[in-house]
């Protein structure tokens, strides 16, 4: 059957680790003199985000300096296509495939700007052929994990027995602005890692099968997350109201999705959702009516790794197959449109 799967998957973290309590520390300092800011009643939200470690491709010196947007993006470009290589390395090296064997990659990452795109750097880094289909995919946040691999599975079906590298990197922790006092800025800074992954998709190969995928969007939502461009790099846009949005209107997208594909929730073995912060895998349980325990992956890679956006759910995909699940997933994930992405695994 033309049914595209999941062939392999691997991760990668960049070199410096940030430790939650000596950031905590830090951003007193850092937003002592910022205006507007009642730093007493933010700084508990590095203490409650259950982060324990997030890590960063710039050691942790770096943030005690301001930066311009132009210094930024040349450290993510530099530092992208590094993480990228070591994860498509693995991916390969588990996949036992060579990078002749690629016929297309998809890369997803909103977090700084590439062009040329961060696929067609990799690509003489890798040995790619020069035929391989490129599809370089931004601004879809922390949904681009699940979209993205949606799109990967979208072209193996439509070309069968071809391989699709699908690539996700986020560095959001070059996003930190120290003269920023805003409640989203503190939140964030309480939040984001680095971190990236890579999968390969394909109608040829053993793996969990990419049974359904699908995406809603809320109208009226484009102010509930994404980034406003500043002289000093990305500001974070959250909105406070996203933990009751998911409890509350979550379950009837996803119950749309499932029936659209002929499921239901009852269906559903595990849950695989983008870590977004602890209220918002407790608003999750609460849409899903989940039993307890059912995302101790997605609580784990938060505390091991943050919020790293887009590459997050595959973390957390990555430790639930690894701990040998089995059965029908549900892979969801949260982003900027607002929209919220979909995808059935059956492993």
Not at 11 to 26: G, N, V
Not at 56 to 62: D, N, R, T
Not at 161 to 173: I, K, Q, T
Not at 233 to 258: C, H, Q, T, Y
Request: aromatic content about 6%; glycine content about 10%.
């Amino acid at each position: 059957m033309n049914v595209p799967r999941l062939l392999a998957l691997s991760t990668a973290l960049p070199p410096y680790p940030l430790r939650q309590a000596e950031i905590e520390r830090r951003a007193r300092g850092y937003f002592a003199g910022a205006a507007a800011l009642d730093l007493d009643r933010l700084m508990p939200v590095f203490a409650n985000a259950g982060i324990e470690t997030r890590w960063s491709c710039v050691p942790l010196e770096w943030y005690d300096r301001p930066h311009g947007w132009a210094e930024r993006n040349e450290l993510y470009l530099e530092n992208a296509v590094r993480l990228l290589e070591r994860a498509t390395r693995a991916c390969l090296a588990s996949a036992r495939l060579t990078p002749d064997r690629i016929d297309a990659v998809i890369a997803v990452s909103t977090t700084g700007i590439a062009t040329p795109s961060l696929d067609a750097r990799l690509l003489n880094r890798i040995g790619l052929r020069s035929d391989v289909t490129r599809l370089p995919v931004f601004g879809l946040g922390c949904a681009g994990g699940v979209a993205g691999l949606a799109r990967a599975a979208e072209i193996a079906r439509a070309r069968p027995g071809a391989h699709v590298l699908f690539l996700v990197v986020e560095l959001c922790a070059l996003c930190f602005r120290r003269g920023d006092g805003s409640k989203s800025n503190v939140v964030a800074t309480a939040l984001f890692g680095d971190g990236a992954a890579a999968g390969i998709v394909s109608t040829a190969g053993d793996g969990p099968a990419i049974a359904a995928a699908g995406e809603h969007t809320w109208p009226d939502s484009l102010g509930v997350m994404g980034w406003d461009v500043m002289e000093d790099g990305l500001k974070a846009i959250f909105s406070r109201d996203i933990p009751a949005l998911v409890r509350n209107e979550l379950r009837a997208a996803a119950d749309g999705f499932l029936a659209r594909h002929g499921l239901s929730l009852d269906a559903i073995a595990h849950f695989v959702c983008h870590p977004g912060g602890v209220k918002v895998l407790s608003a999750i349980e609460d849409a899903f009516e989940l039993a307890p325990g059912a995302l101790d992956h997605a609580r784990a890679v938060l505390r091991d790794c943050g919020n790293m956006s887009a590459a997050t759910v595959l973390f957390v995909l990555d430790r639930t197959l690894k701990a040998g699940a089995r059965g029908r997933m549900l892979l969801s994930a949260l982003g900027p449109g607002f929209t919220a992405g979909f995808v059935v695994l059956e492993a």
